[in-house]
Every structure is written in C-alpha cells, then in structure tokens.
C-alpha cells in the first residue's frame, strides 16, 4: 500500500456559512495529517447562506476517498464534488504580484506581461503590481520570469474551479 | 403564542423533556446558574449531582449505552468544559450519543479571557461529532433538538450545545421538536438493494465464512442483534466480535467464537487469518482487531456493512462495501438469503467448523491455578458463576488487563448489557459508567471491574453512588500494579519497569467505608466466593478489593505488529516471538 502513486485533487465542497465551518474543515485535515496544497472559500449563495470551499489536496487514492468521506462526514456539509474525478473541469487561480525597478528590467517585465496577459493595476514610477488570472501553472511561470526583474511580492488566490457542461454541483 | 415565550434557560429545560429526556449528569457553577435556577422549579428532569465533569460524561455515556438513548450532560464554563473533554472524547470513539450544554461567558465578553472562560467549541471541535455556540436565544430550541438529532442519527456521538449566559436570560420564543429539520444532514440507513444481492451470493459461496460484528450493531439497536443472531444461525457461519460488540451475539451459541484481536480467542484470530470470506457488520477494523495490516485476513474476499462510509476503506480495502444502518441490511439480507432458498456449502463448512473446533481445543483462556493465590481469572470466573443466572446483569470495566479478562470471562447473551471504553481507552470511565447505567436500571445487579490504579482515576463518583442510593459494585481486581503498562514492559522493555507500580495504595475498604459504601476484601481463593455472595446481598453501593496476583499477564495476546496467526497462548510462547522493531512504535 505503501507504494500507491500520489495523486492531486481539487474538491468543490458546499458548506452552510456558519461559524467554524472554516476551521472544520482545516481542523480535518490538520488532525488527520492530509495535505492541503490550496483552499479558497467564499459565499456563493447569499440567501441560502452557503459557501463554497475548493481545496486542492493530494495523497494516494485511498487517502482520497477517505478525505471525501471525512469532508461528507461533517454536519454543516451539504455536497462534495471531486473535480479531478468527476469529469472535465476549469481551474482558475488569480495573482497580483509586484515588481519594483526602473530601466531595463522595469520595461522586460511589462513586456513579458503583455505576453502572459497580466494587467497593470497599480503602477508608480518605480513599481508595477501586476494582475493575472490563469492555471497555477502559468501563474507559476510568470512569477517565476519575475524574480530576476525585482519581484517584491506576491499574492495568490489559490485555485477556484468548476465542472465544465451544464451540470451545477 | 404566549406559551412559547419563554427564557432561554427554560427553553433549555422544554426542549430537554420534548427530547424525552428524563436525566440529566452535571455539576453547576456561575455559567449555568440560570438553567440551574429552572432545574429547581421542576421536578420532571432528574438532575443527577456527580463529583466531577468527567465522570458526568462517562455516566451519561453509562446511561445511553445500556438503554440506546441519548445521554445528557450539564456542566459550567471554563473548568467544567474543559474537564468534560476526556468523556466527549471518549464518547466520540466508541460512538456514543451524546448532548452536553456548556455554560458560556455573556456573550459580549466572549473573546475577552473573562472569568471561566475558554474556546469551549474550539477546544471541543475536534473532539465531538459537531458543535454549537448559541448566541441568539431564539436558535435555542433549534439548536438543541438539531443536537439530539445529530447525536443519535448516522454514527451516533457527542454533540456539544455552548450556551452564553445572557442567552440563558433572554426571552425568546421556543419551537418543538417537530418544527425543526436539519438542513443537511441525512445519513443514509437503507442499504442499495443491488449490493444486497452481491453480499449474500458472497455469503452463500464461502467456504470458509466468518462473521465479525462490532459495535455498530450495538448502536442499531437491539432488534439488529436479534436479526444478527437470525442471520448468523440461517448460515451457521462461526461469529465473532470485538470488544464493542460483545453481547450482539448470545456468547452461548456454540457459532460465537467469542472476541478477536489483540486479546481475543486463539480460534477467533485464527479464523480471521484463515478465512476466504469475511463479513463485517458494524466494526471499524481497529489495530487492536487488525494487527499486523500486510497480514490481515490474507487470501480472503471482505464485505464491510458501516453506517459511516468514511469506516469503510479507512484502513482495509474490502471487496464488498454496504453503507446502511446494521438493522436494516441485516433485514434485507435474511430476507434476499431466504428469497433465494440460499444454501451454504455444507461439506465445505463441515471441514472449516472441524478445522475451528481443533483451534478452540487449544483452550486459549487456560491458566494455572493456586491455592494461596488468587487468579484474576479465577475471581472473573466466579464472579460470572455466580451471577448468571440474574438476567439483569450490567458489566462495567476500567481500562487494563482485569478489562481484557472481563471480556474474556464474563459472557453476555444481550447487547447493552456491556459498558466499556474501547478506542480511546480510559482510565476511570467504569465507576462513573456504573453510576449511570445504574440509574438507567434502579433495580439491575451493576458491576465496576476494576484496575485499583484505574479506579482512582475517578474514584470521588462513590460518593455521587452513595447520595442516589445507587447499589453498585465495584470489584478491583488489586494487583498494586498498573497490570497492562507491566506487561507491555515485560515484553517489549526487558522488564525494566519504569514507574507502573503504585507504591502507596490507599486501603480500599476504609475508603469505601469512608465514602459511605461498604467495603468488603478477599485475599484468598477460598474468600472470592463469599465476598461475590455478600457484595451481591448487599442491597447498598458495595467495593470489593479483591487481591489478585501481581504478576500474572493477559493471554492470548497479539504482540503489536505481529500477524493473527503469531498469538502468544502463555507466558511460555515469549521466547519464540520477539517482537520486531516495527511492532515496538506501536501503541
Ligand atoms: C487495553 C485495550 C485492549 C483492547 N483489545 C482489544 C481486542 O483484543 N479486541 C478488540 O476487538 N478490541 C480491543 N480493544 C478495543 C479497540 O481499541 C476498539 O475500540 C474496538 O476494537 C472497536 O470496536 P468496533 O470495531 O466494534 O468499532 P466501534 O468503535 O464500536 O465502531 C462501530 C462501527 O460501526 C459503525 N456503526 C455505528 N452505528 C452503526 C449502525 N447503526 N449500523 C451499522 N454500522 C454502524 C461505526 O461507523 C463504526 O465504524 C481494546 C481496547 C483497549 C483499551
Ligand atoms: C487516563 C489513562 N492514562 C493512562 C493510560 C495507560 N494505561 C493503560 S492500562 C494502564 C494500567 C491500568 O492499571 P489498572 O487499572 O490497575 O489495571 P490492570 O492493568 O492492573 O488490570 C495504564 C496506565 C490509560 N489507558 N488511560
């Protein structure tokens, strides 16, 4: 068992919007030792009052099931979607990231964001904060191309997603 | 519509007998004077006073489990929280139904380290099955039936209510049970009709069956132990159960095999490692049934009947998984294994029951008797004898070897006549689980095995027996030592034995006459006899101190890591089984 592969999963769970449901959740996967590479949560529903958490998690298929059951288990839970499982899905996760210079690799790096398309959303003589939206992949990519031209900061969402086609959660 | 309006801490109350609650185990303090001042206006709800948080839990725990109803617990802020959290959680691992309502801080001081304050749902979250924080009097009544709910449906467990006392004050309109759903939790009790099917043309192909049952079919019920015992007897398949199980399968039928594991039967484990078919009804493959995991059952196809899917798959991949209530598959099940006039492979079983019966002529359980000392198991022993033939005996036990002797020795024919604490293993939850099981049952023969380290552990409740009147007995089986910690030492740390014996015990018979119960002692075989016979007629709380022989060691036993099939029948077994280093990390 020992030497399953490891898998990664993005989870869609709707959760009611009450307090402690967060640290619920978090408190899961601390206390059962399951890794959490991102979470995101928001509320989705204002009037029925329910959130929606998108946890990105890995571990062998066992553990994943197993986390699915854990998550399905808690009281406040109304639905859990494995994304990676269930079919086609939109990953999504948006950055805003600073870089501060002037000269040359002040003007590389608007270059090299005009080819991700990142936007500019904050600018001064000697900064640029940059917004973009993409898999974590190419926000990875970006930051990386970053580093060299004065990268100051960076903030990152973590990965929102959804199933592709008609069907809700 | 003025009927409804009401204060919180009535609400409390109204929706406690709505609940059909009939008693509550608590301790008052600042946090909870008002719910306390309701307490005294009524006298429908029987407020039973213990002598510490703990053992408030662990009576409620008592209570619910010999009678499958919810038990409830009432204890203050900060201290009286905190000291609550070793019953919740115990509760929590043995699937216990819980509701416990916590005093709380005012609301508007939450957050400000006020006096007796603590994160009482941030302490309890991970140790309760969910919990509440009520800040608004009129979630009250909603509040507290969505608590019973949850406590008792699906994987029952403890449920915590924590109640500001401003809210205790406020007045608000209360709403019954019957106006309040849940918005989303709905476990899932029917099993699907199709795995029905699969399972019992499992169940008629086997050749070499056995049937472990668990706990879960304790907490379906006792109508699920009848149709276990039903189904059970249509195969004729041999049945085994774990310690929580113990009493969902009459012990007498000659198909028990009796309980596995760590410390179970020699033919019990052997069956397991030997089988081609295991069917699991309500047990989680815990690693004191398991053992060594690579070795677990080899060779065999599994089915696993949980109300809980994360139960299932956790730590053995089965074949077969049937998600329902005990109860309820079992039905299904005898009623698709007699639609389709299933028939065992008799020629086969007759070669697996003769295979069993070579097995049990080991006679695991054998061990050498004295005259001048008193064997654990020979007290055990005679205590069964000798109350046998009551039909309203309730076993309790405290956590160590005389616990794994009682679930050797005494044997149960009915569920919830066995109250012990299994996957959490707490010192110092039998007295407390006596006291409540004997309120549940005025009239029944209720019994505290005990370890003498163990029962210090929450030994003030004699005191909460002695003002109810409650006629329990505890019989410590004294061998001065904390026996299990002894013998893991003795087998796994070259018998250096580090700080397990206890080396001033208090005289037993003096504390309980101090207490007000009466104190009776044995010391020789001869005496076991007649002090059963006295602590029985005794129609008062009674303690036994009977002194066993100190160094005596549970068998069989599964060293941790090790395979079901490397048992140690008897101390002479050690030698040929050091334990691998793997073993040695285990708890
Ligand atoms: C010192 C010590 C030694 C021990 N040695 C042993 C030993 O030798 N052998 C042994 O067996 N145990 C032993 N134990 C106990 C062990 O730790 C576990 O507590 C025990 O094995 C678990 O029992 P169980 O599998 O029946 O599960 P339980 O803890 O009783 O869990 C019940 C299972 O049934 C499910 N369930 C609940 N309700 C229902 C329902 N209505 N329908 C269907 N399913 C339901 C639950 O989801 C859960 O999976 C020992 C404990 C101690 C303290
Ligand atoms: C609260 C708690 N602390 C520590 C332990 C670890 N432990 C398990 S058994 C045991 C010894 C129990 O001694 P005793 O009650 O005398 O029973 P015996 O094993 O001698 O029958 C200890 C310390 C425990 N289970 N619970």
Same mark, same amino acid.
């Given at each position: 068992?020992?030497?399953?592969?490891?898998?990664?999963?993005?989870?869609?769970?709707?959760?009611?919007?009450?307090?402690?449901?967060?640290?619920?959740?978090?408190?899961?996967?601390?206390?059962?030792?399951?890794?959490?590479?991102?979470?995101?949560?928001?509320?989705?529903?204002?009037?029925?009052?329910?959130?929606?958490?998108?946890?990105?998690?890995?571990?062998?298929?066992?553990?994943?099931?197993?986390?699915?059951?854990?998550?399905?288990?808690?009281?406040?839970?109304?639905?859990?979607?494995?994304?990676?499982?269930?079919?086609?899905?939109?990953?999504?996760?948006?950055?805003?990231?600073?870089?501060?210079?002037?000269?040359?690799?002040?003007?590389?790096?608007?270059?090299?964001?005009?080819?991700?398309?990142?936007?500019?959303?904050?600018?001064?003589?000697?900064?640029?904060?940059?917004?973009?939206?993409?898999?974590?992949?190419?926000l990875d990519a970006f930051i990386k191309l970053m580093e060299p031209l004065g990268l100051v900061d960076v903030a990152r969402t973590g990965v929102v997603a959804i199933?592709?086609?008609?069907?809700?959660? | 519509?003025?009927?409804?309006?009401?204060?919180?801490?009535?609400?409390?109350?109204?929706?406690?007998?709505?609940?059909?609650?009939?008693?509550?185990?608590?301790?008052?303090?600042?946090?909870?004077?008002?719910?306390?001042?309701?307490?005294?206006?009524?006298?429908?709800?029987?407020?039973?006073?213990?002598?510490?948080?703990?053992? =408030? $839990?662990?009576?409620?725990?008592?209570?619910? *489990?010999?009678?499958?109803? %919810? #038990?409830?617990?009432?204890?203050?802020? &900060? @201290?009286?929280?905190?000291?609550?959290?070793?019953?919740?959680?115990?509760?929590?691992?043995?699937?216990?139904?819980?509701?416990?309502?916590?005093?709380?801080?005012?609301?508007?001081?939450?957050?400000?380290?006020?006096?007796?304050?603590?994160?009482?749902?941030?302490?309890?979250?991970?140790?309760?099955?969910?919990?509440?924080?009520?800040?608004?009097?009129?979630?009250?009544?909603?509040?507290?039936?969505?608590?019973?709910?949850?406590?008792?449906?699906g994987r029952p467990g403890p449920v915590v209510v924590d109640l500001p006392k401003d809210v205790q004050f406020d007045t608000g309109t209360y709403v019954r049970p019957?106006?309040?759903?849940?918005?989303?939790?709905?476990?899932?009790?029917?099993?699907?009709?199709?795995?029905?099917?699969? =399972? $019992?043309?499992?169940?008629?192909?086997?050749? *070499?069956?056995?049937?472990? %049952? #668990?706990?879960?079919?304790?907490?379906? &019920? @006792?109508?699920?132990?009848?149709?276990?015992?039903?189904?059970?007897?249509?195969?004729?398949?041999?049945?085994?159960?774990?310690?929580?199980?113990?009493?969902?399968?009459?012990?007498?039928?000659?198909?028990?095999?009796?309980?596995?594991?760590?410390?179970?039967?020699?033919?019990?484990?052997?069956?397991?490692?030997?089988?081609?078919?295991?069917?699991?009804?309500?047990?989680?493959?815990?690693?004191?049934?398991?053992?060594?995991?690579?070795?677990?059952?080899?060779?065999?196809?599994?089915?696993?009947?949980?109300?809980?899917?994360?139960?299932?798959?956790?730590?053995?991949?089965?074949?077969?998984?049937?998600?329902?209530?005990?109860?309820?598959?079992?039905?299904?099940?005898?009623?698709?294994?007699?639609?389709k006039q299933a028939k065992p492979d008799s020629k086969a079983l007759q070669v697996w029951w003769d295979q069993i019966d070579e097995w049990r002529g080991r006679q695991?359980?054998?061990?050498?008797?004295?005259?001048?000392?008193?064997?654990?198991?020979?007290?055990?022993?005679?205590?069964?004898?000798?109350?046998?033939?009551?039909?309203?005996?309730?076993?309790?036990?405290?956590?160590?070897?005389?616990?794994?002797?009682?679930?050797?020795?005494?044997?149960?024919?009915?569920?919830?006549?066995?109250?012990?604490?299994?996957?959490?293993?707490?010192?110092?939850?039998?007295?407390?689980?006596?006291?409540?099981?004997?309120?549940?049952?005025?009239?029944?023969?209720?019994?505290?095995?005990?370890?003498?380290?163990?029962?210090?552990?929450?030994?003030?409740?004699?005191?909460?027996?002695?003002?109810?009147?409650?006629?329990?007995?505890?019989?410590?089986?004294?061998?001065?030592?904390?026996?299990?910690?002894?013998?893991?030492?003795?087998?796994?740390?070259?018998?250096?034995?580090?700080?397990?014996?206890?080396?001033?015990?208090?005289?037993?018979?003096?504390?309980?006459?101090?207490?007000?119960?009466?104190?009776?002692?044995?010391?020789?075989?001869?005496?076991?006899?007649?002090?059963?016979?006295?602590?029985?007629?005794?129609?008062?709380?009674?303690?036994?101190?009977?002194?066993?022989?100190?160094?005596?060691?549970?068998?069989?036993?599964?060293?941790?890591?090790?395979?079901?099939?490397?048992?140690?029948?008897?101390?002479?077994?050690?030698?040929?089984?050091?334990?691998?280093?793997?073993?040695?990390?285990?708890?």
């Open positions: 068992m020992k030497d399953e592969p490891v898998e990664k999963h993005t989870i869609a769970v709707l959760v009611d919007n009450e307090p402690g449901v967060l640290a619920r959740v978090i408190g899961l996967f601390s206390g059962r030792g399951y890794n959490i590479e991102s979470l995101t949560v928001a509320e989705v529903e204002t009037g029925k009052r329910l959130s929606r958490i998108t946890i990105v998690t890995s571990g062998t298929r066992m553990i994943i099931e197993q986390i699915k059951a854990q998550l399905n288990r808690l009281v406040p839970i109304h639905r859990v979607s494995d994304l990676t499982d269930e079919g086609p899905s939109v990953e999504r996760e948006l950055a805003l990231i600073k870089v501060a210079g002037r000269g040359e690799p002040r003007v590389e790096s608007l270059r090299i964001a005009d080819i991700f398309r990142a936007r500019v959303v904050d600018s001064t003589n000697e900064s640029f904060v940059f917004e973009m939206t993409g898999s974590t992949g190419k199933s592709r086609g008609a069907k809700g959660l | 519509m003025s009927d409804d309006r009401m204060t919180g801490a009535q609400m409390l109350i109204r929706s406690l007998l709505d609940q059909g609650v009939d008693v509550v185990f608590g301790y008052p303090g600042g946090a909870v004077l008002p719910i306390y001042d309701e307490v005294f206006k009524q006298n429908r709800l029987r407020h039973i006073l213990v002598r510490h948080e703990q053992g =408030a $839990v662990h009576a409620a725990e008592g209570y619910a *489990r010999s009678t499958g109803k %919810v #038990g409830v617990v009432l204890v203050t802020s &900060g @201290p009286g929280a905190t000291n609550a959290v070793t019953g919740l959680t115990d509760a929590l691992m043995d699937s216990i139904p819980i509701v416990c309502i916590t005093g709380q801080v005012p609301t508007h001081l939450i957050g400000n380290d006020a006096f007796q304050e603590a994160d009482t749902t941030g302490i309890t979250r991970p140790c309760t099955k969910h919990n509440y924080l009520v800040k608004h009097v009129d979630d009250l009544a909603r509040t507290m039936h969505e608590a019973f709910y949850v406590a008792r449906s019957d106006q309040v759903e849940h918005k989303s939790y709905r476990p899932q009790t029917r099993p699907e009709s199709d795995l029905i099917d699969r =399972a $019992v043309d499992m169940i008629a192909a086997a050749k *070499r069956p056995v049937f472990y %049952v #668990g706990g879960g079919v304790i907490n379906a &019920g @006792p109508h699920a132990s009848e149709l276990l015992t039903r189904f059970v007897r249509m195969t004729g398949y041999p049945c085994t159960q774990t310690l929580m199980g113990l009493g969902a399968f009459p012990a007498s039928d000659p198909l028990s095999l009796g309980m596995l594991g760590m410390h179970g039967m020699y033919e019990a484990n052997m069956a397991m490692h030997s089988c081609d078919l295991l069917i699991n009804i309500g047990a989680r493959f815990d690693d004191r049934v398991t053992g060594r995991l690579d070795a677990f059952a080899p060779g065999s196809k599994k089915i696993h009947v949980d109300i809980d899917p994360s139960s299932i798959n956790k730590n053995v991949p089965v074949d077969l998984a049937v998600v329902g209530d005990a109860g309820a598959v079992l039905e299904a099940m005898i009623g698709r294994w007699k639609e695991c359980l054998r061990y050498t008797p004295s005259d001048t000392l008193i064997k654990p198991q020979y007290a055990l022993e005679r205590l069964y004898a000798l109350t046998r033939e009551r039909e309203d005996v309730f076993i309790s036990t405290e956590v160590g070897q005389h616990q794994m002797w009682a679930a050797q020795f005494l044997r149960f024919e009915k569920p919830n006549r066995w109250m012990t604490s299994g996957g959490l293993g707490t010192m110092g939850y039998g007295l407390p689980a006596a006291v409540g099981v004997q309120v549940a049952h005025p009239d029944a023969l209720v019994i505290d095995v005990a370890g003498e380290a163990s029962v210090l552990m929450n030994i003030q409740e004699l005191s909460t027996a002695v003002q109810y009147k409650l006629p329990i007995k505890v019989f410590i089986l004294n061998n001065e030592w904390m026996g299990m910690v002894r013998q893991w030492q003795e087998l796994l740390h070259g018998g250096r034995y580090s700080e397990s014996y206890t080396a001033a015990l208090p005289d037993f018979v003096r504390l309980a006459e101090a207490f007000g119960l009466v104190g009776l002692r044995a010391s020789k075989p001869g005496e076991v006899d007649d002090v059963i016979r006295e602590m029985m007629a005794v129609d008062r709380p009674v303690l036994v101190d009977v002194r066993v022989d100190p160094k005596e060691n549970c068998f069989p036993m599964i060293p941790s890591g090790a395979a079901h099939n490397e048992m140690l029948l008897g101390p002479d077994d050690r030698a040929e089984a050091p334990v691998s280093e793997e073993g040695m990390v285990l708890v």
